[in-house]
């Protein structure tokens, strides 16, 4: 696949996702105009009138306000506000100014709602999740938008619902990890300063997770052939925490005896999988690294970067 002479435009790009879509991106032979929040603050509606009157082929938009461990819950009123903003900043530049743009975004498993079967057909339906209830609706009405868009004016687009995103790169700062990073950064930090290793609930909930660099290969396989649609880019399979938490363990270097679980604390869904029937239809070779193999890549860059010495962990 190339994407020579294809003009390209990535909000989000600064993040987890964006660092590896926009290299992926730009090894395919397109032209990357890559936005983080320093480059056009998305709250502001006329942010994106300044990136130029040059015409986009393609508009992946990765931007969101959130973070991850009970950061929806704690701050439901600003993520309303600020991914609201963000979304109708995007569809009105898409709308009023890029119409030729394929928007392409992506969405999130905690727009389905608990209990539902989490297929493509079911992302509006029912009542998400309470604990990411907003961060979920705003998913939601970026898709509604997309669609009304496309219903009044013929635009295209692509939403894409990935389950947890993890591999190496993530940025290890001062934000609420996603689950899988904060299991790692304890764990090596148990083995390189001592510290005890507490995690979240009774290791019994489970989640499915894709290496981002699969992910990104994956979307952009997918992308020429799908229009107007949702999609899930699931693993297929999914991994209790303490199985993920085991196999970390045996990586790092520290006895899985040595794993405390700490029942007070918020756990989240219980079971999250996507179903993943249309995507394994349109790319049934699709990559799919086995977890172990991700997560040593994990390991190996946390401890080539020292991202795991230099914050405090959830616990
Ligand atoms: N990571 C996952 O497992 C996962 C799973 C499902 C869905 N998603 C979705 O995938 C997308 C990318 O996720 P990610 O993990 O890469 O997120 P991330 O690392 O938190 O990155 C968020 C990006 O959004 C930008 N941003 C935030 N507020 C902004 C604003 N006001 N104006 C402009 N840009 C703003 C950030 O820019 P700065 O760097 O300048 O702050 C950053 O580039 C998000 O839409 C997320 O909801 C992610």
Same mark, same amino acid.
């Given at each position: 696949?190339?994407?020579?002479?294809?003009?390209?435009?990535?909000?989000?790009?600064?993040?987890?996702?964006?660092?590896?879509?926009?290299?992926?991106?730009?090894?395919?032979?397109?032209?990357?105009?890559?936005?983080?929040?320093?480059?056009? #603050?998305?709250?502001?509606?006329?942010?994106?009138?300044?990136?130029?009157?040059?015409?986009?082929?393609?508009?992946?938009?990765?931007?969101?306000?959130?973070?991850?461990?009970?950061?929806?819950?704690?701050?439901?009123?600003?993520?309303?506000?600020?991914?609201?903003?963000?979304?109708?900043?995007?569809?009105?530049?898409?709308?009023?100014?890029?119409?030729?743009?394929?928007?392409?975004?992506?969405?999130?498993?905690?727009?389905?709602?608990?209990?539902?079967?989490?297929?493509?057909?079911?992302?509006?339906?029912?009542?998400?999740?309470?604990?990411?209830?907003?961060?979920?609706?705003?998913?939601?009405?970026?898709?509604?938008?997309?669609?009304?868009?496309?219903?009044?004016?013929?635009?295209?687009?692509?939403?894409?619902?990935?389950?947890?995103?993890?591999?190496?790169?993530?940025?290890?700062?001062?934000?609420?990890?996603?689950?899988?990073? #904060?299991?790692?950064?304890?764990?090596?930090?148990?083995? #390189?300063?001592?510290?005890?290793?507490?995690?979240?609930?009774?290791?019994?909930?489970?989640?499915?997770?894709?290496?981002?660099?699969?992910?990104?290969?994956?979307?952009?396989?997918?992308?020429?052939?799908?229009?107007?649609?949702?999609?899930?880019?699931?693993?297929?399979?999914?991994?209790?925490?303490?199985?993920?938490?085991?196999?970390?363990?045996?990586?790092?270097?520290?006895?899985?005896?040595?794993?405390?679980?700490?029942?007070?604390?918020?756990?989240?869904?219980?079971?999250?999988?996507?179903?993943?029937?249309?995507?394994?239809?349109?790319?049934?070779?699709?990559?799919?690294?086995?977890?172990?193999?991700?997560?040593?890549?994990?390991?190996?860059?946390?401890?080539?970067?020292?991202?795991?010495?230099?914050?405090?962990?959830?616990?």
């Amino acid at each position: 696949m190339s994407d020579g002479g294809t003009r390209v435009l990535v909000t989000g790009a600064t993040g987890f996702l964006g660092s590896a879509l926009c290299p992926a991106l730009r090894r395919l032979g397109a032209e990357v105009v890559a936005l983080g929040s320093r480059d056009a #603050d998305l709250t502001d509606p006329t942010s994106l009138t300044r990136v130029g009157s040059g015409r986009f082929d393609r508009i992946y938009h990765l931007a969101a306000w959130t973070q991850a461990g009970d950061f929806c819950l704690r701050h439901p009123g600003e993520q309303w506000l600020i991914n609201q903003q963000i979304n109708t900043t995007v569809l009105r530049y898409w709308a009023e100014r890029q119409p030729k743009a394929k928007l392409v975004s992506i969405g999130t498993s905690c727009a389905y709602a608990e209990g539902s079967a989490h297929r493509e057909e079911e992302y509006l339906q029912g009542v998400p999740t309470e604990s990411l209830y907003t961060y979920a609706m705003t998913k939601r009405m970026l898709q509604v938008g997309q669609e009304s868009i496309r219903r009044q004016f013929g635009l295209e687009y692509l939403t894409v619902v990935p389950s947890t995103l993890y591999g190496p790169g993530y940025i290890v700062g001062a934000k609420q990890l996603h689950f899988i990073f #904060d299991l790692a950064v304890k764990m090596l930090r148990s083995k #390189d300063l001592g510290e005890p290793v507490v995690l979240w609930g009774d290791g019994t909930q489970r989640r499915e997770l894709v290496h981002v660099a699969d992910f990104v290969a994956t979307l952009l396989d997918l992308e020429p052939q799908t229009r107007n649609e949702i999609v899930n880019i699931g693993a297929g399979s999914d991994f209790s925490l303490r199985e993920c938490a085991e196999i970390l363990a045996d990586l790092v270097g520290i006895p899985s005896a040595d794993i405390q679980w700490d029942l007070s604390r918020y756990v989240g869904a219980k079971v999250k999988r996507l179903d993943t029937a249309k995507i394994d239809a349109l790319l049934p070779d699709r990559p799919r690294r086995n977890l172990r193999t991700g997560l040593s890549e994990l390991v190996a860059w946390l401890r080539a970067t020292g991202g795991h010495l230099g914050r405090r962990t959830a616990a």
